[in-house]
C-alpha cells in the first residue's frame, strides 16, 4: 500500500537510547463517577469545617487528625528507605509500597489539611503545611509523568523495543485495512508525519510536545468525519457497520501510540528533573515535620 510506508515515527535518536510507553488501561465510566463523587464528598466536608471551626487543631479530634496525618506521613516516608536500605527487603515486594506511598501521598496532606481546619496558627505549623502540599503536588505530578514510561501505575519501566515493536505491529495492522479508505488512510500518515518531527529551536520543541495532545485530537476527528463520508462506509450493510466501529477505535489507539512513543524521551527527562527535586522536598517535609510536633509539644 502507498502509505504504508509512512506509517512510521520517524525517529533519529540513537537505538539504545528509544523508549516508548503504552498506553494505560482506558478508565470506565464507574471510575469517573467514583472520583467526582469523592472529591465532591471531601470539597463539601472542607468547606463545612472551615466555615464551622467545629474542633480545634490541638484537642480531641483535630488532634486525632494530626496523630494521623503524622503517621501516615511517616509510613509512606519508609518508602525511600524500603529502595535503598537491604535491610527493608523482607518487608515486601517494593510494588506494595510503591502503591501505599501513592495512597498515603494524597491521605496525609488531605488529613493534616483537615486536622488544621484550613488556617495556619504558628509560623512553624506555616511551614510544615507548606512542605506537605509541596511534595503533595510534587507526587501528582510525578505520578502523571511516571505513567508515560511505566506499564500502568504499578509496572516496570518500559523499554523501546517492546513498546515500539508493538507500536509498529499496531500500524502494520492498521494500514491493508485502510485499503479502501484513502481519506483516512491520509489522515493518519499526516499524524505520523507529524509526531515524527523534531524542530530544532528549543520553543519549537515545547510547543511541538504540548500541542500533540491536541493535533491526535484533531486528527482521531478528522479520520471519524473521512470514514462517515468514505465510499466504503456508505456500502457496507448494517451488520458490517460494527468492523468499521472497531477500526476507528484501532485509529485512536494506533495514534495515540504514535504520541506516547514521539514524546517519551521528553518525559524521561521531566522524570529524572522531577526525581531530582522530589527527594529533597520529602526531606524537607520530615523535618519540617519533627520540629511542628517538637515545637508543639514543647511549648
Not at 463539601?44 to 503524622?70: C, D, H, K
Not at 509523568?145 to 502494520?172: P, Q
Request: with cysteine.
Amino acid at each position: 500500500m502507498e502509505g504504508e510506508a509512512a506509517l512510521t515515527v520517524p525517529d533519529s535518536r540513537p537505538r539504545e537510547s528509544r523508549r516508548t510507553a503504552p498506553a494505560g488501561p482506558p478508565r470506565g465510566p464507574f471510575v469517573v463517577t467514583a472520583v467526582v463523587a469523592c472529591l465532591t464528598v471531601v470539597l463539601a466536608g472542607a468547606w463545612a469545617v472551615a466555615s464551622t471551626r467545629p474542633y480545634q487543631a490541638g484537642t480531641g479530634l483535630g488532634y486525632a487528625l494530626g496523630l494521623a496525618g503524622g503517621t501516615l506521613l511517616a509510613v509512606l516516608l519508609l518508602y525511600p528507605l524500603r529502595k535503598r536500605q537491604r535491610w527493608m527487603q523482607p518487608t515486601g515486594p517494593l510494588r506494595h509500597w510503591f502503591k501505599v506511598h501513592m495512597v498515603f501521598g494524597i491521605l496525609a496532606p488531605l488529613t493534616i489539611l483537615f486536622h488544621t481546619t484550613f488556617r495556619v496558627g504558628s509560623l512553624n505549623a506555616a511551614v510544615a503545611l507548606f512542605c506537605i502540599l509541596l511534595v503533595g503536588a510534587s507526587g501528582v505530578v510525578g505520578r502523571f509523568v511516571y505513567r508515560r514510561i511505566h506499564h500502568g501505575l504499578y509496572g516496570s519501566r518500559a523499554s523501546f523495543e517492546e513498546m515500539r515493536a508493538e507500536l509498529d505491529a499496531k500500524l502494520a495492522e492498521l494500514a491493508p485495512r485502510l485499503a479502501r479508505m484513502p481519506a483516512v488512510r491520509d489522515d493518519v500518515a499526516r499524524f505520523v508525519a507529524l509526531a515524527g518531527r523534531h524542530p530544532h529551536d528549543a520553543r519549537g520543541r515545547l510547543a511541538h510536545f504540548l500541542t500533540l495532545g491536541w493535533q491526535r485530537h484533531l486528527a482521531v476527528r478528522a479520520a471519524r468525519r473521512a470514514a462517515r463520508v468514505s465510499a466504503a462506509w456508505r456500502h457496507e450493510e448494517d451488520h458490517d457497520r460494527a468492523a468499521f466501529v472497531d477500526l476507528l477505535r484501532a485509529v485512536e489507539a494506533s495514534l495515540l501510540a504514535v504520541q506516547r512513543t514521539a514524546q517519551f524521551a521528553t518525559y524521561e527527562r521531566l522524570f529524572a528533573l522531577w526525581h531530582v527535586l522530589h527527594v529533597p522536598f520529602v526531606y524537607m517535609l520530615a523535618a519540617s515535620a519533627v520540629i511542628h510536633v517538637v515545637a508543639v509539644h514543647a511549648y
